[in-house]
């Protein structure tokens, strides 16, 4: 998982198929993001592009991660969904909970036109 930061947006981006067996993981990874991230930068960009498949142990994650930076007072969007995981965003409605954008780019864009030059400088 990597993290990149951006003026005042915080990109991270997982990789490969999460299910059962790498939730956890992905769990211990990112909510010490998201609880240091959220404090300085209000919104953390999931970067799904290297996300074939989520299984709802993974999806679980993604709630839980959100509900940590709500507590915080910020937020977590969701960006560059491949089509499988843009289907299973929309079959359990995960798409109603997160924002969801095309690209990092456009997300970033949208939350904060100030990290944009950030993103695209770096």
């Known amino acids: 998982m990597n993290v ?8 991270v981006t997982p990789s490969g198929r999460i299910d059962h067996n790498s939730a956890e993981k992905l769990h211990e990874m990112l909510l010490p993001v998201i609880r240091t991230q959220i404090g300085e930068r209000r919104v953390v960009v999931l970067d799904m592009a290297d996300i074939p498949y989520m299984s709802s142990a993974g999806l679980r994650v993604l709630m839980l991660a959100s509900r940590e930076a709500k507590k915080e007072g910020g ?3 969701i960006a560059a969904l491949q089509s499988d995981m843009q289907e299973i965003f929309e079959i359990s409605r995960f798409n109603m909970v997160f924002d969801t954008f095309d690209s990092v780019r456009t997300a970033i864009a949208s939350i904060s036109p100030n990290s944009l030059a950030a993103f695209e400088s770096g």
């Open 75 to 77: 937020r977590v969007v």
């Open 4 to 11: 990149h930061v951006f003026g005042d947006v915080t990109v």
